[in-house]
């Protein structure tokens, strides 16, 4: 069965300073599919980024980068110089390409609660 | 606009009386489901649908029903509802399986008094 572990689950900051989200993840398949969405205070889901098991380039996207290493099962999640509008909830989800051929089963991490102080 | 609707966004009902939380999306979506979210459990699936007339299980479908009788629409029917469904909830919707984004609507907020 899949599995996705957020350990941390709230981060303070202050503004400025770099933030890494942890993820680690468990899946039997060779082919999956990683996510981090963002929840803001106002309760929405917003999709941030995507990466699929094959692809294990890092990526960064302005102040955003994450670093996807198989060796370690993990998709972690760096903030740059952070702000106070970065905060908010933060989840990893991780689906399986073969989830009993369907279904598009997403497991969620716990999340992780980012508070960034002025 | 694309996007993912909820009715309603908050709810307190009482245990035992019946309540629909309807969903709809007007991407033409193949793909819905339903999620729980809970403190520290991150979101369970509760319920999917691949197309019309074919739903199943989630992780955590018990005491929940579901239908998807159009391919707009995917309502989450709590036929007796107790407290510990008290829960944030949402509907989500996407291409389809696997890789494909997830689309989520603004959530409902169900208390089970």
């Known amino acids: 069965a899949q599995k996705v572990t957020q350990a941390q689950t709230e981060i303070s900051v202050v503004e400025k300073e770099d933030v890494t989200l942890d993820c680690v993840y468990e899946?039997?398949?060779?082919?999956?599919?990683l996510f981090w969405y963002k929840q803001p205070p106002s309760g929405e889901l917003v999709f941030l980024i995507r990466?699929?098991?094959?692809?294990?380039q890092n990526e960064i996207s302005g102040r955003y980068s994450w670093n996807f290493q198989k060796s370690t099962s993990s998709f972690n999640f760096t903030i740059t110089a952070s702000q106070v509008v970065d905060s908010a909830v933060y989840f990893c989800?991780?689906?399986?390409?073969?989830?009993?051929?369907?279904?598009?089963?997403?497991?969620f991490g716990g999340g992780t609660r980012l508070m960034v102080k002025p | 606009e694309a996007q993912v609707t909820q009715n309603p966004r908050y709810l307190i009902t009482v245990t035992g009386k019946k309540l629909t939380v309807t969903c709809s999306q007007n991407?033409?979506?193949?793909?819905m489901s339903w999620y729980r979210q809970d403190p520290g459990l991150g979101l369970r699936q509760i319920y999917y649908?691949?197309?019309?007339?074919?739903?199943d299980k989630g992780d955590v479908p018990e005491g929940y029903k579901v239908s998807r009788k159009e391919k707009r629409n995917f309502p989450l029917i709590l036929e007796s509802p107790s407290p510990n469904q008290t829960s944030l909830y949402f509907c989500?919707?996407?291409?389809?399986?696997?890789?494909?984004?997830?689309?989520f609507g603004p959530g409902t907020r169900l208390t089970v008094t």
């Open positions: 991407m033409n979506h193949e793909y």
């Open positions: 989500a919707s996407s291409v389809g399986t696997g890789a494909y984004e997830q689309y």
């Open positions: 989800a991780l689906s399986e390409a073969l989830y009993n051929n369907a279904g598009n089963m997403l497991t």
């Open positions: 899946t039997r398949d060779t082919t999956y599919y």
């Open positions: 649908s691949m197309n019309v007339e074919v739903t």
């Open positions: 990466r699929n098991s094959f692809d294990e």
